[in-house]
């Protein structure tokens, strides 16, 4: 592919029908096939980016007309990958867990239940691949299954997007309808679709090559080998998404990554050509090699020097053709695209070029980061809104083998990133504000020191009574975090 201008999100699939007939087979295969026609177009967009992230890109197919002997080909296609392993640790700096939506004992002990599953299963380490997966191509696929095993009762896996894919209704809420996975063997199409209620097993044939420069690629489903019942009851296939355009973290920079690959490439080959800078003969005879032959320029290469002889009036003299390129203001120029590159990205800037204040806060804002939190919490509602179908099943399997009873009402998934930032500031904002009366709950949440009020309010609700009294019952004592403020913590510190 000569560019990357087709690239522009992957398309989520849609379906009219509500699900499937296991006696219409006609109607089955159709439908699959219809779905199936825009996975790949998918696929063929996610393998490119796959690639693209392992440093095989556009620059690679680089030409040149005059000198093509003077062709170097510096792919940046790293700078994709580093933009993916910054979003990967910023995302997941430690391992999401469930935390108890309700404040009863009994309710944490179950949910600490449930993280211990969560952890037998591999969820923490399919949470990792999932997450960079959809840095990658946009998007990405879990599968879960029940397990005959008392210690690990489900197990979850993370599928090759390229692999795998949901359709979804076209009502309103477009819920998952089925969804299917594919494996190629010797030509020959496998695509595993479930719904609720069955597994379809079918075949097809493959035509083209998925890894040419212009991928014709045509997956047909031709019959049905099998039907089986899903134990499940629901869809095991769950779709993740990085934003709700379904792109990666790097696919809208991804012309100026080839912007910069080319003018590198074109920057060596510049101080190539300058090296092997031609020569022009004026007004002058070469003359004779040792063996009597007309001197050729190869002779002169070689040699390193000769004599030359004037014709008639004219002077001889010899000149070089040399030009280089101003290598300041290239760089320049490659520094702004990168700066625009972290920017579009919502990565931090590395310039170090914004003055003023230099305080945690004032940081955060003026090199980006408070940027990269905000690309981050907008990724973890659409994380959790596909998760909600991983909870239900996980739910259904524990409670249906009678190992643990509790419900979807009981837990959220928590994200725990870096809660210390300017934990200052938000300890002293906590402070006035548990001071003004409000209820620590509150106060917790608007300081923005805590990710979870609720729960840390529930586990340090007597420390926090001891400390501050009763916030349900008598007055909160504030005497001494009035007078503290007026040398920063005082004696109300928590």
């Given amino acids: 592919m000569d560019n990357t201008n087709f690239l522009h999100g992957r398309l989520p699939i849609f379906t009219s029908i509500d699900g499937f007939s296991p006696d219409r087979t006609d109607e089955i295969i159709d439908e699959v096939n219809q779905a199936i026609s825009i996975h790949v177009r998918n696929m063929i967009d ?34 994709a990958g580093q933009i993916v392993d910054f979003k990967n640790g910023y995302f997941l700096t430690q391992a999401a867990t469930y935390i108890p939506r309700k404040g009863k004992e009994e309710t944490a002990d179950k949910v600490s239940e449930l993280n211990e599953y969560l952890y037998r299963s591999g969820k923490h380490d399919v949470d990792n691949e999932l997450v960079d997966w959809f840095h990658t191509v946009g998007k990405a696929d879990l599968f879960v299954r029940s397990v005959d095993d008392p210690e690990m009762p489900f197990e979850a896996s993370a599928l090759d997007p390229r692999s795998a894919f949901v359709v979804r209704s076209t009502a309103v809420g ?75 973290a790097f696919e809208l920079a991804l012309p100026l990554i080839d912007a910069i690959s080319q003018i590198q490439s074109d920057r ?40 030359l002889k004037s014709i008639g009036e004219n002077k001889a003299d010899l000149k070089e053709i040399s030009s280089q390129l101003d290598q300041s203001q290239t760089q320049v120029f490659i520094n702004n695209l990168y700066e625009m590159i972290l920017a579009i990205c919502g990565m931090p800037t590395t310039s170090g070029k914004f003055a003023g204040d230099s305080t945690g806060l004032a940081i955060e804002l003026k090199d980006g980061w408070q940027i990269c939190e905000m690309n981050a919490r907008n990724t973890e509602d659409l994380f959790k809104k596909a998760n909600r179908q ?62 979870d009020p609720v729960s840390d309010f529930e586990l340090s609700k ?31 510190a928590i």
Avoid at 279 to 300: A, K, M, R
Avoid at 445 to 450: F, P
Wanted: proline share 5%; with cysteine.
């Fill in 46 to 79: 996610e393998e490119f980016l796959y690639w693209y992230r392992r440093g095989i890109t556009p620059i690679d197919n680089k030409t040149k007309d005059i000198r093509p002997e003077i062709n170097n080909k510096i792919s940046f296609g790293g700078l």
């Fill in 268 to 307: 060596l080959d510049g101080i190539d050509q300058f090296i092997q800078s031609l020569l022009v003969f004026y007004n002058c005879e070469l003359g004779e090699d040792e063996e009597g032959n007309p001197i050729s320029p190869s002779y002169v290469r070689a040699a390193g020097a000769l004599f």
């Fill in 174 to 248: 477009n819920k998952p309808v089925y969804a299917g996975y594919i494996v190629v063997q010797d030509k020959t199409l496998y695509v595993d679709v479930w719904d609720k209620r069955n597994c379809y097993r079918m075949r097809g044939t493959v035509v083209g090559k998925l890894t040419t420069p212009t991928p014709n690629y045509v997956c047909t489903v031709s019959e049905i080998i099998e039907v089986l019942p899903n134990p499940l009851g629901e869809i095991p296939i769950i779709e993740y998404q990085y934003n709700s355009v379904w792109m990666s």
């Fill in 462 to 492: 007597g420390y926090m009574q001891l400390r501050w009294g009763d916030p349900d019952g008598q007055q909160m004592e504030n005497t001494e975090v009035i007078e503290g403020e007026q040398g920063g913590m005082g004696n109300g």
């Fill in 390 to 451: 991983f909870d239900r099943i996980i739910v259904s399997i524990l409670k249906g083998k009678g190992i643990l009873d509790i419900n979807l009402a009981d837990f959220e998934l928590h994200f725990t990133r870096n809660e210390l930032r300017a934990v200052q500031s938000k300890a002293q904002a906590l402070q006035t504000l548990l001071a003004a009366g409000l209820h620590p709950t509150l106060a917790l949440a608007k300081s923005g020191i805590s990710a």
